[in-house]
């Protein structure tokens, strides 16, 4: 698997009990977190192909976490598990005491060196909500602190995360971008797409996983994290329609301070276009969507092609 092909080889590690297949569960396969309750252990490793954007193909390596899997993994398994990794995500459950856990990541690390050089490196400081809220800041700085040390020197990001909020939705919004070839195609065309509708912000969200892919906007805002909520709330609302046996297409919210679009856009995402104009009429702006669709099916598939 070359850095140009288009199937991004993803190794997910961790702890048996760290979370590991219920973010996956959450993210790619559209459970709710209150449905992860009944997954079970993964056992060895379980291997899926995602497509994301249309092109892109995520070979998703879950990798069960118990001791005897730990140790397989890299005293047989090492060359076959650690080549041709593109991004390694490692888990901990912040509560984890446990000395093995630390030091089963440096192991990681360690084969990373080796097979896989240029992977981006991400490690996922889970289970947040257990921690009180006034504690939480804390608990994950001497957590990363600990990662940073045990990492070889390697440029390492970290994310406080859970399954009950947006921070699940942040983080691996953040990965995915590392896996888009041509991700500035994308932010370029949103500029200049915003630009001409004169909106706040404008949003691009991948379809199937409601991940935000790129996004651009001419204010400044103070919740740093609005993109990641709405993800993890119209994903949820378009579970429930699911459910339903209803099909989620398109959303509009308007008060006195804004106008909010959610539309399919093209075959592989979603938009969100903000404006606080109030001289703007909704029915324009929503023909300015409907008249990118075609424009921006190109542009998604240019930001995923790779090198021949």
């Given at each position: 698997?070359?850095e140009n092909?288009?199937?991004k080889?993803v190794?997910l ?12 569960s959450?993210?790619?396969a559209?459970f ?12 060895s ?5 995602i497509?994301?954007?249309g092109t ?7 990798c ?6 730990m140790?397989h993994y890299?005293e047989?398994q ?6 041709n990794?593109q ?12 000395q093995r ?14 097979h896989?050089?240029?992977a981006?490196i991400f ?5 947040m909500?257990l921690i009180?809220?006034e504690?939480?800041?804390e608990?994950f ?5 600990e990662?940073?040390k045990n990492?070889?020197?390697?440029n390492v990001i ?7 909020d947006?921070?699940?939705y942040?983080?691996?919004s953040?990965?995915?971008h590392?896996?888009?070839?041509n991700s500035d195609?994308?932010?370029?065309s949103?500029?200049r797409?915003c630009?001409a509708?004169e909106?706040?912000?404008?949003v691009?969200?991948?379809?199937s ?8 906007s001419?204010?400044q805002?103070k ?7 709405i993800?993890n709330?119209?994903k ?7 459910k339903a ?6 959303m509009t919210v308007?008060?006195t301070?804004?106008?909010?679009f ?7 995402t979603?938009?969100m276009l903000?404006?606080?104009d109030s001289t703007?009429?909704?029915?324009l702006?929503q ?8 424009h921006?099916e190109g542009v ?5 092609a790779v090198?021949?």
């Amino acid at each position: 698997m070359e850095e140009n092909d288009p199937n991004k080889k993803v190794l997910l590690m961790g702890k048996s009990g760290a979370g590991k297949t219920s973010m996956r569960s959450i993210i790619f396969a559209n459970f709710m977190p209150k449905d992860t309750m009944r997954l079970g252990f993964t056992n060895s490793i379980n291997q899926s192909n995602i497509r994301f954007l249309g092109t892109l193909s995520l070979a998703l390596w879950d990798c069960g976490g118990q001791d005897h899997f730990m140790q397989h993994y890299f005293e047989s398994q090492r060359d076959t598990l650690f080549r041709n990794v593109q991004v390694l995500i490692y888990v901990f459950d912040v509560h984890s005491e446990d000395q093995r856990d630390m030091n089963y990541y440096r192991s990681c690390v360690d084969a990373i060196q080796d097979h896989s050089p240029t992977a981006h490196i991400f490690v996922l400081i889970h289970k947040m909500d257990l921690i009180p809220v006034e504690k939480r800041d804390e608990a994950f700085n001497k957590k990363e602190r600990e990662v940073v040390k045990n990492s070889a020197g390697l440029n390492v990001i970290c994310f406080k995360t859970s399954i009950w909020d947006e921070t699940l939705y942040l983080a691996w919004s953040r990965i995915v971008h590392y896996l888009i070839p041509n991700s500035d195609v994308l932010t370029q065309s949103l500029n200049r797409f915003c630009s001409a509708c004169e909106a706040d912000e404008v949003v691009l969200f991948e379809k199937s996983t409601f991940l935000v892919i790129s996004n651009f906007s001419s204010k400044q805002h103070k919740d740093v994290h609005r993109f990641e909520k709405i993800s993890n709330i119209v994903k949820q609302f378009k579970l429930s329609c699911s459910k339903a046996a209803a099909r989620f297409k398109s959303m509009t919210v308007m008060n006195t301070n804004f106008c909010a679009f959610v539309d399919e856009f093209t075959s592989s995402t979603y938009i969100m276009l903000i404006s606080s104009d109030s001289t703007i009429l909704p029915a324009l702006t929503q023909m300015n969507i409907d008249l990118a669709k075609k424009h921006f099916e190109g542009v998604v598939r240019a930001s995923t092609a790779v090198a021949q």
